[in-house]
């Protein structure tokens, strides 16, 4: 069974930064590109950061240049850090396979940026 854990969401201040960490347990990591995805309230999921199993790295327009997404191929860990968090950044974190799994949907992880 593969599990999906998220964390290191929190409330943060416009401007600030968070780190997010997601550990992927199975055999899936080291073979697929992983995804950070968001959801904000009465709004789909999307897609916010990509890194290949290589390592090639994608973004959103909205938050290129303020997030980072890495791995650690040996922990079967998918960071994000984000930097100069705006209110619009607030949603549920999860992190995935790309494109994603229905079963490895995990909790998420909550992050808000108040004004």
């Known amino acids: 069974q593969v599990l999906v854990v998220e964390s290191g969401g929190g409330l943060v201040q416009a401007g600030g930064s968070l780190r997010l960490s997601c550990v992927v347990s199975g055999s899936i990591f080291s073979i697929n590109a992983m995804g950070w995805y968001r959801q904000a309230p009465g709004k789909q999921r999307e897609v916010v950061a990509v890194?290949?199993?290589?390592?090639?790295?994608q973004y959103a327009d909205s938050v290129k240049g303020r997030f980072t997404i890495s791995r650690d191929n040996a922990k079967n860990m998918v960071y994000l850090q984000m930097n100069s968090l705006k209110p619009e950044d607030t949603a549920v974190y999860y992190c995935n396979r790309v494109p994603p799994r229905g079963d490895l949907w995990g909790q998420g992880t909550q992050v808000t940026v108040s004004s």
């Open positions: 890194i290949s199993s290589g390592g090639r790295l």
